[in-house]
């Protein structure tokens, strides 16, 4: 039986990370991507991962490359390419020269792996992933963005370092844009079956869904230099997963909602099934007024981000 060929664009922290959970899981065969001018980077990345391979029990063919001829027929590509934010520079200037970016690398992907699925994890998320599919022209299924993995398992790590219980027992679900505007769904809280109510204050509980919404940046100013790497490439892993594995995983993503919570074409992070189909169902679930009109505010934050977008490369 093939391997699943997964190629992950970007081989910074995130994207060798990525590479390093997708390997140790044995999900395929693995090219980890960079641009031209990180030389021979890719390669030595790619090498020293393979020769973990011994010690932990994996075998998958790992390439590190700057050609984007060794990405051909990938089943999955990831996008983790991009620049963080650097002092002095804008949220436009950021916006504006990750979407550069990624339009860039999508129109490779589209050109040398015109059936992959393509999970994207650059930042700004909701708006980098409505680019990746404007440019690629991939079916709406094919397409998706990783944050809302990354933020429920932030959500429920602070959950359960508040309770002292184990992370495996806490469960959630998380919805709307990445970032400050994203919707931690308390109806959809609990702690082994048990709602999160009967353990925590509502204010509590509150300051635990603030913490979530800032988490990057908490990390961000732990680091002092760099960003979040470990749990965003787990997530994006566990996503790959979901579709070389055609798990049928009910996750929080990043997809593209139509008549759906009434979004009206954007990418928005709603829960969704996802297996060797992508895309393969968004479920509608039943809001609170509160989680209605707080869902309503991360759509149109969203929007706002995507019509900035558009100006800016226009």
């Known amino acids: 039986m093939r391997r699943s060929k997964i190629t992950i664009i970007g081989a910074g922290n995130v994207g060798a990370t990525t590479a390093h959970w997708c390997a140790s899981a044995e999900l395929g065969d693995i090219v980890l991507l960079d641009i031209p001018q990180t030389e021979t980077m890719p390669a030595g990345k790619a090498l020293d991962l393979a020769e973990a391979g011994p010690i932990v029990g994996f075998d998958s063919a790992i390439v590190g490359t700057t050609d ?3 990405t051909a027929n990938s089943d999955v590509v990831v996008i983790t390419a991009g620049l963080p934010r650097k002092p002095g520079m804008s949220r436009d200037d950021l916006l504006k020269t990750n979407a550069s970016i990624v339009t860039a690398v ?36 094919r397409v998706m963005g990783q944050a809302g993995v990354l933020d429920t398992a932030r959500y429920r790590t602070f959950i359960a370092m508040e309770l002292g219980v184990s992370v495996e027992d806490v469960q ?11 919707v931690p769904l308390r109806s959809c809280t609990s702690v082994g079956g ?8 509502s204010e509590k509980l509150e300051a635990i869904i603030e913490r979530t919404r800032k988490g990057g940046g908490e990390i961000v100013g732990l680091l002092k230099t760099g960003s979040a790497f470990y749990a965003p490439a787990a997530a994006t892993a566990q996503m790959v997963e979901a579709i070389v594995k055609d798990k049928k995983r009910l996750l929080p993503i990043a997809a593209y909602c139509e008549t759906e919570y009434q979004v009206g074409g954007y990418y928005v992070g709603v829960p969704a099934i996802l297996g060797a189909g992508g895309v ?8 609170s007024e509160t989680e209605q009109e707080d869902f309503k505010n991360s759509v149109d934050a969203v ?6 977008m558009a100006e800016l490369l226009s």
Request: glycine share 6%.
């Open 106 to 141: 999508s129109e490779q992907v589209q050109k040398h792996s015109p059936n992959a699925f393509v999970i994207v994890v650059s930042n700004p998320l909701d708006a980098m992933v409505q680019q990746a599919q404007k440019v690629t022209g991939f079916p709406y299924h």
């Open 172 to 182: 959630a679900m998380l919805m709307g844009g990445h970032g400050d505007t994203m």
């Open 280 to 287: 393969e169902k968004i479920v509608e679930l039943s809001l």
């Open 194 to 201: 048990i709602p999160i109510d009967q353990f925590l204050t």
């Open 68 to 70: 984007y001829s060794d």
């Open 303 to 308: 929007k706002s981000l995507v019509t900035t």
